[in-house]
């Protein structure tokens, strides 16, 4: 007699009331799921399961799959699929992101991906690949540059150019930041934790070259008021200074305290008159100062005065596009005022603090923090400074590796930001020892490689660029004559 194997039953599904629990834990879920949450814990959980997850049949205890039902995505006006919760356990998470997805059809979704390349490679038929980035200009400082740069782009990379690169690279490190101060210099970062320290640093350089009086305030934390709640009481002297040691990205990178002088730049942290050319992340430039009624006076001691209250608004107006006849054109509430505008202390957005509680332990808060809206512009990071041309500009670069490890689109952005490798300028040494050059030429070698995929589609568009000029010889020709011709009247 053969063994017959018996076929394996498939696991049933979670019940109903794992939804329900699921509801209850979750953290961060949507305004609609949370106003979803409270209708089936009051009112009918039934209908609300049997429309948000149409696939699972919600007549069985425990539930089965609905054959009819496989492929459907969400029935009800859900935008997007729940948050995970965060502080369930490996079990649970598991069975709820098998309820909230949907079975994949991976037939379909690798025939739609593949129809999307040959929609892409039937277009790309005339191509026209640039050598390099348009910022760099045809000097030998820009051509070493787009060496280094096109390293970190696809092209060919060996030991010796990346030691020859971090050798260059590294006698560029500046010694002190005070040298550069008549320049006004700004920094490109890797990451946002130092960004505020450094900002604070070069505001107090360039106040000191212009003369100008230093003023500094702390914002101010509140509780969140929950509504229909009892009001929630003012955060004590210890709690205050336990928020100020939170990380800015928290509070939507409203700094802890800001640094001001008549002239001082800034990047806008909200869109606040967007009609005199100043948006979110637009740069401006402080222009006025409104005081606290209850501010006491100056006493003119010490390197800078500090405020005891918030300011009641701060002034600015945008550094380009503020003058009358072109933005504001019509505008003569602003052009009046060469743009300028007011800015006054706001709330930012909410994050969780853990605060000591009475006796021993913590207790999570929800706290907001006070200040005008105005972020560090000196120091940015790598993300802000895309597609930005630095010109004549004086930029520092951090190019040090973070224990986390570096990106090659970092290093690639960073080096293509700068018209010339005279002007590239580190903020500190990539290595001081033997020990740590041998350990950067290798990590920087390793950020030389492209992803596969990224690789192929290189290699395609480069034949396809060739092709391309194969069919225009006589453009690319006369293109070439115009280039040598422009290039002596542009290096002179």
Known sequence: MENVREAKRAKPGPKPSAVLDYFEEVGDYSSSSKRYARKCKFINVEALLRTTFPWFDWTKQPLELNPGQKAMSFAVGDSRPLSQPRNLCTERRTTMTTLMRPPLDLKATHSCILEGFRVYRSLAKTVFLLEKQQRQDSSPSGRRLTEYASMFGGEPATEQRIAEMVDDLNSRAIVDLADLAHLEPRVVLQRN??????????????????????????????????????????????????????????????????????????????????????????????????????????????????????PAAVIVRPISGHIPGTVLQGLADYASRGGAFILSPRASCIAEVDMPAAGYGTITKQIRRLNVPLGDRQAVTDYFVQGRSFKDECWLVDLAVPPNGIKRATLYVLLTRFKMLDHVRLLRPLYTTPHERKRIIKQFLSMTNLEPDLAANLRLLKQAARDTEHRYTAEFQHARQLEACWTPSAQS
């Open 193 to 310: 934790e130092p960004r505020h320290t450094l900002n604070t640093r070069l505001i107090m350089l360039e106040a000191q070259r212009k003369n100008q009086r230093l003023v500094v305030w702390n914002v101010d934390h509140v509780p969140v008021q929950k509504r229909g709640a009892a009001a929630e009481p003012a955060l004590t002297h210890v709690e205050k200074a336990v928020a100020m040691r939170i990380k800015d990205h928290e509070f939507g990178h409203t700094t802890a305290d800001t640094w001001y002088y008549h002239g001082a730049r800034y990047i806008l942290l909200d869109t606040t008159a967007a009609d005199a050319g100043a948006s979110h992340n637009n740069e401006v430039e402080a222009c006025g100062l409104l005081e606290d009624g209850r501010e006491p006076a100056d006493d003119s001691r010490g390197p800078y005065r500090r405020l005891k209250y918030l």
